[in-house]
């Protein structure tokens, strides 16, 4: 993962890198407390419409190919992107929670992956 996250890196001076860190980091941090503390598993329910929404952002993605000017295509790239990775923490958050409380055999580093890779985009969308 740091391989592919070098070139963006290097495109970018360090005072926006640490921009997108701090700005990364508060965000996983604010949403994983909210799940953490949700009264309700109400975020489980989320399941579909996430994805349905992932597979719009990867369509937005694919017609930025064939139109690499558009703004809007870009706009709901970055924004979509960002709103929907963080739903998405708040998904897997609650998920990892109910696995833990409801699997005979819990792998915590398994469940986890889901985690490190939303906060992955949410850096890749702050920067």
């Excluded at 996250?5 to 700005?23: R, T």
């Excluded at 949700?38 to 579909?48: H, I, K, T, V, Y």
């Excluded at 409380?101 to 469940?111: A, C, E, G, L, Q």
């Amino acid at each position: 993962m740091s391989v592919g996250l070098v070139p963006l890196i290097h495109m970018y001076s360090m005072p926006i890198i640490y921009d997108a860190l701090i700005a990364t980091s508060v965000t996983v941090g604010g949403l994983g407390a909210v799940a953490w503390n949700a009264p309700s598993e109400q975020f489980l329910n989320w399941g579909g419409p996430l994805a349905l929404g992932l597979g719009g952002l990867v369509g937005c993605s694919l017609l930025s190919i064939l139109y690499p000017q558009s703004k809007a295509l870009y706009n709901i790239g970055l924004y979509g992107g960002l709103a929907l990775f963080s739903a998405l923490l708040l998904y897997d958050t609650q998920r990892i929670m109910s696995d833990a409380k409801t699997m005979r055999v819990y792998d915590p580093i398994n469940s986890s992956i889901s985690v490190y890779m939303d906060s992955i985009n949410l850096f890749i969308r702050f920067v």
